[in-house]
């Protein structure tokens, strides 16, 4: 029996890296188009499952073997432009099944093509000098350390968020765009009041109008009341609609009735209003709310003759 040379060694393990390959694309194409976060997830979990772009690129480049067809620069021009087109048209599909498109992705599948490019000996020996092999394995490194890295900041800061309890919000950051959606910005704080921060919502002409804290420690059981203190700069009263629903509300219809909805009035200067859980858990009608997976928490206007701006300075439980 004739002993396998090197050469055929190295052939042998090329193919079982390509069948593995395309094993694994068997395995995770199906997930671009079904399961995966929803809408209502977490941002940790939506960063981490975007990793899943650069896996299977990777996988598919090794499957592909591009080498095989062109080299040198050739060889990366023509298949990062194949890789663009080809994650455009991924993307393109999943807007048609009424999925969010997200550009990143091209760019995170670009990532799986150029770590490959960049390792594979067949891909780069003898096409390029030394140097110029270093300095495209530096770059590409460079750009996965930076898409993990923030991978790592958003679970530092949901590390954050979970510890936050009794409070839902931390005051003293800068922004505050990873936590709340609308017209909202971070101001100094009354320091009277010994605050380290408050949040300046501008409401608008427009038919609703406010922000809504989505990205808060959503386990509230365990507490009685839901405080929210805010500023009312104008020289009159007005009347501002606080809402809270869980996860499942979000999941559903939407339904106003399903989740807990109240007016508060609120006077010139700084009011506190002390809310009880209790109310809050049985305002769904035919169910209870899930105060272990509160959701989201919105103040908003209706109605607005002039444009107004309000504060809020606290918003915690006890």
């Known amino acids: 029996m004739i002993p396998y040379l090197p050469a055929d060694r190295r052939a042998r393990k090329a193919r079982i890296c390509q069948y593995l390959a395309f094993a694994g694309i068997v395995l995770i194409a199906p997930f671009f188009f079904i399961g995966g976060p929803q809408w209502t997830d977490g941002p940790l979990y939506k960063s981490a499952w975007n990793l899943g772009h650069i896996l299977f690129f990777v996988l598919l480049t090794i499957a592909v073997q591009p080498w095989r067809i062109w080299a040198g620069w050739r060889l990366w021009l023509f298949a990062t432009l194949a890789v663009f087109l080809f ?178 009035e609120l006077p010139p200067g700084e009011h506190s209003f002390r809310l009880d859980l209790d109310r809050i858990r049985d305002a769904p009608a035919g169910r209870r709310m899930d105060m272990g997976a509160v959701r989201r928490l919105g103040l908003f206007v209706s109605g607005l003759t002039e444009p107004k701006t309000v504060y809020l300075r606290d918003i915690r439980l006890e």
């Open 87 to 264: 994650g455009l048209g991924i993307e393109l599909l999943q807007y048609g099944l009424s999925r969010q498109m997200d550009w990143h992705d091209v760019l995170r599948n670009l990532l799986g093509l150029w770590a490959v490019l960049a390792v594979w000996p067949r891909a780069i020996r003898g096409r390029f000098s030394p140097p110029t092999v270093w300095v495209l394995r530096i770059i590409v490194a460079g750009l996965l350390i930076a898409e993990v890295g923030d991978i790592a900041r958003i679970g530092i800061r949901q590390y954050q968020v979970s510890q936050l309890l009794p409070a839902l919000y931390d005051f003293s950051r800068e922004d505050p765009a990873p936590f709340w959606n609308g017209p909202i910005t971070a101001t100094p704080g009354n320091r009277q009041n010994d605050r380290q921060g408050q949040l300046e919502i501008s409401l608008s002409t427009n038919r609703y109008s406010g922000a809504s804290l989505d990205n808060f420690p959503h386990d509230w059981r365990g507490y009685r009341h839901l405080i929210v203190t805010m500023y009312n700069p104008q020289r009159h009263s007005m009347t501002l609609n606080l809402r809270i629903n869980d996860v499942k509300h979000d999941l559903g219809d939407n339904a106003y009735n399903d989740r807990f909805n109240i007016r508060l």
